[in-house]
């Protein structure tokens, strides 16, 4: 059951992947889709392991992502 | 807006220019001066550092000029008024920062107490050779306004006046004064306070809410100010912006902003003294301690029976353009003395458009002209 | 549990109508501005009293993205600029922002002068080991045998260590983490804002388009993996030992937290001790309201 979820704002990204390697859980993954810069954002391909500990929040140097405690249905 | 009476040293004195600067500028309100020691100008923050603590403010000695000619202005955005003070050298090292205030429309001070130049030159004697410099001495198209005093009086009236205008303009400017002038010492009559006239800093009404625009002009084409710490997460930066104070490097953007620092100076009074010119032949066209000296030739010549007539300049810049040409089409020539190797005779002439000629009376400097170099120079003219 | 916050952290204090920002995919300056954020947001600073003070340089533009009252000043003068402004009005919170060529070569003096001071100043170096906005520099932080574009065939002069130049100035604050470390940056900026005085915090960070392109070391993520390998936590350590090389260990940590009289307790000590009764008090001169 996830603690978290995180939310991507898809085309400020610019595919530095920081976020991919530095999730503790492993949460996500660079998609093979492009963002309208040409970039791949990542996605989230573990849903259920996130904690919304917004590690990617932090390392993230273009603000394309940020994790949140809790439920998103909240 | 009447001055504070905490800065204002009411009395008649005794005083030198340099010590009178500081009184000025005190009574102005500035609260703020940082500085770099560099003859003939230390004393004026010497004194600043000895009244300061008494009056309320801070001053703090720098490391150098560079870092003097900037906390002024981290200073003047933290609420104060603020100045610094240097000579030759060290106001070489300050250009970067005169556009800086001029850029982001900084109102402060820089006294020049000029010396002898160029380089090192001669720190305890005089010259006025940096006049071109404090206008045109920062790079790119940049308005200053530059004010010469000629007597400690004035070292003091006119250290006002430089702050008045700084907040009436929101731009940066120079006291040209000169190593004579700052150390002689005549009377300076300090009025009380309340008959000195202060331009109060012009804060913006504006609401601190997302449409405040910290660089948009009023009708004057002078922006209101705000101050950092009141809530309104404004942005200043030296590179070419728009109304937001956001960069935006674009021809569009430099139009409009370099054309407006420049056409807001257009106001600014071109203060000066003139006597005798009705009917004059000859005008001398003098500032700071030259006029003085030129007075004297003046006096020589009319005993001679010439026609002069005398022209100070108090404002240097902007340069009193339509004065001088509307005086070209009345007199024969300009003579004018300059403790350098003609800086403003240029203006002058320029001005003139040919309808008189302009004669310099030119010295390198570290001493004042002799009234007979002059009126040499006024026999020639009339001739 | 129900969710109170929907917007990424750093927005409180982004300038949203100039995001996208220019810094490179990889770069590291946006990573120290989410850290930057969320310390304001953690250690409760009334965020109308911080002003933020940068150079020239890409990390000088951060000033630029933050929406605090922010000064874009001219290269290497930031600190000075910084001077008079906490000066006019002590209670604004003065942070310096900016990066390794402007606050240690043409900022060098203005450094070491604000450290001696003790003034109450918070410098953030951003530490990318070159001059990037220009397109690659030498720099007085740059390790020796890297490719710049003024040293084309290896640089070969010794760099400055960072934070032994500025404890040796007198800071009382000294600490060096990478955009690895997030969590412990964020947390010495909190640090930082509690304390008073000269405080500096070195921030190691890629720099993919020029220094690591130029030295065959990968991209940005390249050279985060290679703090977090190469990285080693010694808090206390001398400042003396902490020297970065170029593929060396980067010792990180808190080297340096000493409580010394800052510059505004100096002054108004010395001045109301020797004038007494006469002493008139800075006003704080921010007419606010």
Not at chain 1, 16 to 23: I, K, L, Q, S, T
Not at chain 2, 106 to 123: A, H, M, W, Y
Not at chain 2, 245 to 257: C, F, I, K, S, V
Not at chain 3, 47 to 57: F, N, Q, T, Y
């Amino acid at each position: 059951m996830a603690k978290g979820f995180v939310r991507i704002t898809v085309d400020r990204c610019k595919g530095c992947a920081f976020c991919v390697e530095f999730c503790p859980t492993k949460v996500l993954a660079l998609s093979s889709a492009f963002n309208s810069k040409g970039y791949h954002p990542p996605h989230v391909v573990a849903p259920e392991k996130c904690s919304g500990c917004d590690l990617c929040g932090m390392y993230c140097p273009d603000f394309a992502i940020f994790g949140v405690r809790g439920t998103e249905a909240g | 807006m009447q001055a504070d009476p905490k800065g204002v040293l009411t009395g008649v004195h005794f005083m030198d220019g340099d010590y009178a600067c500081c009184e000025g500028a005190l009574a102005a309100g500035a609260r703020f001066a940082a500085g770099y020691p560099i003859t003939p100008s230390t004393e004026v923050v010497e004194r600043f550092a000895a009244r300061i603590p008494m009056v309320g403010g801070v001053f703090i000695q720098m490391e150098d000029e560079l870092a003097a000619s900037i906390a002024i202005q981290g200073a003047v955005w933290g609420g104060a008024k603020a100045f610094t003070v240097t000579s030759g050298p060290g106001f070489s090292l300050m250009m970067e920062h005169i556009g800086l205030a001029a850029m982001t429309e900084t109102p402060c001070v820089f006294v020049n107490v000029q010396r002898g130049g160029p380089s090192t030159g001669l720190p305890t004697l005089p010259g006025q050779a940096d006049m071109m410099q404090a206008r045109w001495g920062s790079h790119g198209d940049c308005g200053i306004i530059a004010l010469c005093p000629n007597s400690p009086q004035e070292c003091f009236d006119l250290t006002i006046e430089a702050f008045n205008q700084a907040e009436r303009f929101r731009v940066p400017v120079m006291l040209m004064m000169d190593e004579v002038v700052g150390h002689m010492t005549e009377k300076v009559v300090i009025p009380p306070a309340e008959k000195i006239d202060v331009f109060p800093r012009r804060l913006t009404t504006a609401k601190p809410d997302g449409d405040f625009k910290p660089f948009q002009p009023g009708d004057d084409l002078v922006p209101p100010m705000v101050h950092a710490g009141m809530g309104y997460n404004f942005h200043v930066t030296g590179l070419t912006h728009d109304e937001r104070g956001y960069p935006a490097m674009n021809p569009e953007t430099q139009d409009r902003l370099v054309r407006r620092l420049l056409k807001k100076l257009d106001p600014v009074p071109h203060l000066h003294e003139v006597e005798g010119i009705d009917g004059a032949d000859v005008v001398v066209v003098s500032y700071g301690i030259t006029s003085r000296v030129a007075q004297r030739a003046i006096e020589l010549a009319r005993e001679k029976g010439v026609k002069v007539g005398k022209f100070r300049i108090i404002t240097a810049w902007p340069f009193p353009d339509p004065e001088i040409r509307d005086l070209a089409a009345r007199v024969k020539a300009f003579v004018v003395p300059e403790l350098n190797m003609g800086q403003m005779s240029r203006e002058v002439e320029r001005a003139a458009a040919g309808q008189a000629r302009t004669i310099p009376v030119t010295h390198a400097g570290g001493s004042v002209h002799r009234p007979e170099q002059i009126l040499k120079a006024i026999e020639e003219a009339a001739r | 549990m129900s969710v109170v916050c929907i917007e990424n952290p750093a927005e409180q204090i982004l300038r949203m109508d100039r995001i996208p920002h220019i810094w490179c995919p990889g770069c590291g300056i946006g990573t120290t501005v989410n850290c930057f954020a969320r310390a304001l947001v953690d250690s409760k600073v009334d965020l109308r009293k911080v002003a933020v003070v940068s150079g020239i340089g890409c990390t000088g533009r951060v000033a630029g993205y933050t929406k605090l009252d922010s000064f874009h000043t001219t290269h290497g003068r930031a600190i000075p600029f910084a001077t008079g402004l906490k000066l006019a009005n002590p209670s604004l919170q003065v942070v310096v922002y900016s990066g390794d060529g402007d606050l240690f070569a043409i900022g060098g003096n203005h450094m070491i002068h604000a450290a001696r001071r003790n003034l109450d100043l918070k410098v953030v170096c951003v530490n990318n080991l070159v001059y990037a906005m220009t397109g690659g520099q030498t720099g007085p932080a740059t390790p020796d045998h890297v490719i710049t574009t003024t040293a084309p065939y290896g640089t070969y002069e010794p760099a400055f260590n960072l934070p032994q130049l500025v404890e040796a100035a007198g800071a009382c604050y000294v600490a060096r983490w990478t955009t690895f470390h997030v969590r412990q940056l964020a947390r010495s900026m909190s640090e930082m804002f509690a304390r008073r005085g000269f405080c500096f915090i070195e921030v190691l960070s890629p720099c993919p388009t020029l220094y690591q392109r130029r030295n065959k070391m990968g991209d940005g993520l390249d050279a985060m993996k290679s703090y977090k390998e190469l990285s080693k936590t010694r808090h206390g350590a001398p400042t003396s030992e902490v020297a970065l090389s170029r593929a060396g260990e980067i010792v990180v940590g808190k080297f340096v937290d000493r409580q010394r009289p800052d510059y505004g307790d100096l002054m108004r000590g010395q001045l109301s001790e020797t004038l007494g009764d006469r002493y008139a008090e800075p006003e704080e001169a921010c007419t606010c309201g």
